[in-house]
């Protein structure tokens, strides 16, 4: 047995499963001269939900960002996950961006792509392997592991023979949900070896807390590599510690030959990097066992709990864990990790709060026919009817679903122009991925990237200095940079609307060069404060504009899903805090009525304050047709006018990433009540039927 090798995850996956994918290149970049010396198999750099937070939330080129860790990193090859035929997405793509994406991925720096499919369906993964292969660098595929009646190791290794024949150069145990026990790993580990002569990696969260043992025992079974994850930014929904892993093999057989110095040395750094992302830390840092039963991957549980509170049902995560492993045996057993743990967990989601499969998501209905691929086992037969009709389908599809797409490259590269993007192949695939977010990010891409520290680590209030108390305008340093601000007499300081641990000195607003003006202070009104910590996404109004109690008139950005905030009183709005702001749960963000005055000194420069949405259509004295979740008014189903029969659907919202239909109540003619892109509250009137 030779010594196993350490693939590394600190600069992917640890922050995606600690951190909601947040840590920016800047703080990678500074300790890759380490990272290059300890000789890992691999460094997973890439892939994942890094993609869409890099242009999401950072305001980074992805591409740019495997750019500099290639040339950061000459002695090692770096990993990406990538979704086969879902690439990065949560859509299948045809064949010729498979094609083009995995060629442009390597070409940047990629040097070992690790291909696996939700549903763990060969045919899904086939044509990214091809390219892959094509490419010159590592194939590693890998299992999807699940525990269910239908998921056997016998089944595994049988997986594994198939993966070999289509050329792959290793086996990937991927267990995303912490599942894998250690006797079940030594078991799985040999049956693969026995089915096929290729290298053997685990990938185990330690969500459960199982991760440590079932590492040592597939080790001990033959496994070739394991993932693992520096100490300091390990365990929770992470993986297992680099250090201890190394330290738990030395002086064996399986000694890794990893100078623990070295890693103990980047473990301080990362120490310190990880305050800088302290506002985003998962709740989830010890062991949940509730995932042995829900199966749910550790990052999918934060995701459940924002969409539960966006819902305004907070208490229920109990009943939707509960639900999920019923919606699980309903969809065939379908492995849960991505995208299948987001349509799964959103329909539990759905079913708790409306009732089973009241409201069916578009995602749902397309698992359960066959769009994503071949499930593990027949679905539900009356779910699946259900979702036939939702579809319009007379039958589950059984061809491999990209068969069904047909080459759309090249419009693509003229819809990414049209979106600003700059003519490469990397804007093209950046706007295939995520349309709507890369056209965002085509425009402020010149800004630059956000500074972690000052973006995403918890600030805290202090009390000024005693000249401050008194109130009036001082100038402060916050991560060392200097801002006009005013004190508000009470030994309170903020900076645009957020709290921060800042040094005091007496000063005045002109003190600061290059700052902007303030937002307007409102006094003596009714406050309406952040429910959640997160970014100010938009604003519905503008300051001045009269609002109603329960209208939306603020959205915010919080683990990837918007929340809606509302008035609290009628009155006049008055916003305090700007779009793009970092804020803090209980943190003011606007006034109904009030004295308004003008701001009191200068800060900081902030993103301007989106304009106002366009007019809802007036409504009339026809049925109307609610929204039955908080989510995005996406499109309508049929023209403006349309004469519709009763079950027609009308309208598509997207709520919690997932498409949902709304249907009429009744005949009649429509006539739609919110425009497209608009933000819609739960129960809102969406249309009507007249």
Not at 21 to 46: F, H, N, Q, S
Not at 103 to 119: L, M, V
Not at 450 to 469: G, I, L, Q, R
């Amino acid at each position: 047995m030779a010594k196993v090798g350490i693939s590394e995850l600190v600069i992917r996956d640890a922050h995606q499963s600690l951190h909601a994918t947040r840590m920016t290149t800047a703080d990678m970049l500074p300790i890759c001269d380490k990272l290059d010396k300890v000789g890992y198999k691999y460094i997973e750099g890439w892939g994942g939900a890094t993609y869409d937070s890099c242009i999401r939330f950072l305001n980074e080129d992805p591409w740019e960002r495997l750019r500099k860790l290639h040339a950061a990193l000459p002695n090692n090859k770096i990993m990406m996950l990538l979704r086969a035929q879902n690439l990065l997405g949560y859509k299948h793509y045809a064949d010729d961006v498979v094609d083009k994406f995995v060629e442009t991925a390597a070409k940047n720096g990629i040097g070992c792509f690790r291909i696996f499919d939700a549903c763990n369906d060969p045919r899904n993964m086939e044509r990214a392997t091809k390219a892959a292969k094509k490419s010159g660098v590592d194939v590693q595929m890998a299992i999807s592991y699940a525990v269910t009646p239908f998921h056997t190791n016998e089944k595994y290794a049988e997986l594994a023979k198939t993966y070999a024949e289509f050329g792959a150069d290793s086996i990937c145990i991927k267990d995303m949900s912490g599942l894998l026990k250690p006797y079940e790993a030594y078991d799985l580990v040999t049956k693969i070896k026995k089915a096929c002569d290729l290298p053997v990696e685990i990938h185990s969260h330690a969500t459960t807390g199982l991760s440590v043992a079932s590492l040592l025992k597939g080790i001990e079974a033959g496994a070739d590599i394991v993932d693992t994850a520096i100490s300091s930014m390990s365990m929770g929904t992470s993986h297992s510690p680099t250090e201890t892993v190394v330290e738990m093999l030395k002086g064996t057989e399986w000694d890794t030959g990893l100078d623990t110095k070295l890693l103990l040395e980047i473990a301080a750094y990362f120490r310190e990097v990880r305050k800088h992302y302290s506002s985003l830390e998962s709740a989830f840092l010890g062991a949940d066992t509730r995932i042995l039963l829900s199966q749910v991957p550790g990052g999918m549980l934060s995701n459940l709990e924002s969409q539960l509170k966006q819902q305004g049902a907070a208490d229920k995560m109990d009943a939707v864990l509960a639900e999920l492993p019923n919606v699980h045996k309903d969809a065939g057993y379908v492995p849960l990790v991505t995208p299948t743990s987001q349509i799964v967990g959103t329909q539990a989601v759905f079913n708790v709060l409306f009732g089973r499969y009241e409201k069916m998501t578009a995602d749902f209905a397309n698992l359960v026919t066959g769009k994503f691929g071949k499930l593990p086992t027949d679905a539900n037969a009356d779910v699946v009817k259900q979702a036939l009709a939702q579809n319009k389908m007379d039958a589950v599809m059984t061809c491999r679903p990209a068969d069904k797409i047909e080459p759309e490259w090249d419009k693509m590269v003229e819809a990414a122009k049209a979106a600003g993007g700059n003519g490469t192949d990397e804007d093209v695939l950046t706007y295939a991925m995520f349309p709507q977010v890369a056209e965002k990010f085509f425009k402020t891409r010149a800004n630059g990237p956000v500074d972690a520290a000052a973006t995403f680590a918890k600030k805290e209030v202090v009390a000024p200095a005693a000249n401050a108390s008194k109130g009036g305008n001082y100038t402060i340093t916050v991560n060392g940079t200097a801002y006009a601000v005013s004190s508000n007499g009470a030994g309170a300081i903020t900076v645009n609307g957020n709290a921060y641990n800042v040094s005091v000195a007496a000063g005045t607003a002109s003190a600061v060069p290059g700052a902007t003006a303030a937002a307007p202070v409102a006094t003596g009104g009714v406050d309406i404060t952040a429910p959640v910590a997160g970014t100010l996404f938009k604003q519905c109004f503008t300051n001045g504009t009269k609002v109603t109690k329960g209208q939306t008139v603020i959205i915010i950005e919080s683990m990837k899903m918007e929340l809606e905030v509302k008035s609290t009183a009628d009155g006049t709005i008055t916003y305090t805090v700007a779009p793009g702001t970092q804020i803090q749960n209980g943190q003011v963000l606007a006034t109904i009525g009030g004295v308004v005055a003008a701001a009191p000194a200068p800060v900081a420069p902030a993103p301007a304050p989106a304009a106002a949405p366009a007019p809802a259509p007036v409504a009339g004295n026809g049925t109307k047709v609610n929204a039955p979740v908080a989510g995005v008014f996406l499109r309508t189903a049929v023209p403006e006018g349309s004469s519709v029969k009763k079950g027609d659907n009308v309208v598509i919202l997207e709520s919690m990433k997932m498409e949902l239909e709304v249907k009429a109540p009744c005949d009649g003619k429509v006539h739609f009540l919110a425009n497209q892109g608009d933000q819609v509250a739960n129960g809102q009137p969406v249309c009507e039927i007249c």
